[in-house]
C-alpha cells in the first residue's frame, strides 16, 4: 500500500529533484506539496514546482503556497547557490495552470491534521509553514503518521557558515519552534548523511544513455549547482540533499544508523541555525529526534536512478556496480 506524504518545500534545484522522485515513486502517494520561503522566494518555489508537476504529468496534485517571512529574522535566499529562477538560471517554460489554491499553506497543514491520519509530511526546506501550523494546531504532530526533515547538521561542518545548514539557518526560530513542541519523533537527514549523495559528471553521462530526455532535464537544472559546488568545496559534481530525505523515507534501510537524542536550536549569534545534538544527555531531556548517522549511496542511486529513468532497479544496480 502506498504511503501517503505532504512534501513541504523550496523549490531549489535539489528540491526540483526530489519532487520528480516523489511524484512518480511507487509506493508513495503525494497527497500535497506545499511551498515555504528558503532556497527561493515562494512565487519561485511555486512555479518550480508546477514546473515538476508538468513534467511528471501529476497536475492534479495540490499547491500551497506560504509567505517570504520567516518567523523573526530577515528572509536571505539561496539563489546564489540555486540561480535566480531556482533552477541553475535553466530558465525552463512551463504552460500549465499556475494557479496555486487559495488557502495558505500554513492553515492547509493545520487543518489537515486537526484529526489523526495516516499522512506523514517531508519537510525539504526551512520549517516555517509546520511551525506555523503548529502554532495555529499544537495536535498537529501527534495527528500525523511521520515526520521527516531535511536539516540540520550533526557531526558535519555547516553549508552557511562553519556550524549551520541553510534550512535551519534560514529560519532557526522556526526550527527550535518545531523541535520544543511537535510532539513527535523528529527523523532528522543532516549534512552528515546528505553530504554523502553527490550526482557526479559519470552519472549524469549514464543517465543520457539510459534516457537521455530526463538526462538532458537533470543536466539543465544541475549545471549551475556543479559550478557552485567546484568554487566552493573544488567537488566534481553536486551535493543533491532533498531526495535522499524522500528516499529515506520510503525505505528507512538506506540510512541504516541513527542516534535517538534531544536536539535544540540556536537561534542567534554565531551559531545562529547551529544544530545542538546532546548526545551524552547533559540536559537530561527526553528525545526528541532521531538522528541519520549513516546512508548508502549506493542503494539510495539504485532507487532514486530506476524511478526517475524508468528503468528496472535490477538493471540499474548491475549497471552502478560495473561504474564502480
Not at 496534485?61 to 509567505?67: A, D, K, L, Q
Request: proline residues 4%; charged residues 20%; contains cysteine.
Amino acid at each position: 500500500m502506498k504511503q501517503k506524504i505532504i512534501i513541504d518545500c523550496d523549490p531549489g534545484i535539489d528540491d526540483a529533484l526530489a519532487l520528480l522522485y516523489a511524484l512518480q515513486h511507487k509506493d508513495l502517494e503525494v497527497v500535497a506539496i506545499t511551498i515555504t520561503e528558503g532556497n527561493v522566494p515562494v512565487e519561485l518555489g511555486m512555479k518550480n514546482a508546477f514546473k515538476i508537476r508538468e513534467l511528471t504529468h501529476r497536475t492534479e496534485i495540490p499547491v500551497y503556497v506560504g509567505t517570504n517571512f520567516p518567523l523573526k529574522r530577515e528572509f536571505v535566499s539561496a539563489q546564489d547557490t540555486h540561480g535566480f529562477d531556482g533552477l541553475g538560471e535553466s530558465n525552463l517554460t512551463i504552460s500549465s495552470n499556475l494557479t496555486a489554491q487559495s488557502e495558505p499553506a500554513s492553515d492547509f497543514l493545520a487543518r489537515i491534521f486537526t484529526e489523526k491520519t495516516d499522512i506523514s509530511l517531508i519537510a525539504l526546506g526551512p520549517l516555517t509553514n509546520i511551525a506555523r501550523a503548529l502554532q495555529k494546531n499544537a495536535a498537529l504532530g501527534q495527528n500525523l503518521s511521520r515526520f521527516v526533515s531535511m536539516g540540520g547538521s550533526y557531526k558535519s561542518h555547516g553549508n552557511c557558515s562553519p556550524v549551520a545548514e541553510y534550512n535551519y539557518w534560514c529560519d532557526p526560530d522556526a526550527a527550535q519552534f518545531v523541535y520544543a513542541h511537535l510532539g513527535k519523533t523528529i527523523e532528522m537527514v543532516g549534512l552528515d548523511v546528505t553530504r554523502k549523495i553527490v550526482l557526479t559528471p559519470n552519472l549524469l553521462e549514464y543517465m543520457s544513455k539510459i534516457n537521455p530526455e530526463v538526462a538532458n532535464f537533470v543536466a539543465k537544472i544541475t549545471r549551475f549547482y556543479f559550478d557552485f559546488h567546484w568554487q566552493y568545496e573544488h567537488l566534481i559534481g553536486c551535493v543533491i540533499n532533498d531526495p535522499l530525505a524522500v528516499a529515506y523515507f520510503a525505505d528507512a534501510t538506506i540510512c541504516p544508523d541513527f542516534i535517538e537524542s534531544y536536539v535544540d536550536i540556536v537561534t542567534e549569534g554565531i551559531a545562529l541555525g547551529q544544530t545542538i545534538v546532546d548526545d551524552h544527555d547533559f540536559y537530561k531531556k527526553p528525545s526528541n529526534s532521531k538522528i541519520l548517522t549513516q546512508t548508502q549511496s549506493i542503494k539510495f542511486y539504485e532507487d532514486f536512478l530506476s524511478v526517475i529513468l524508468h528503468t528496472e532497479k535490477s538493471i540499474i544496480a548491475k549497471d552502478l556496480a560495473e561504474l564502480k
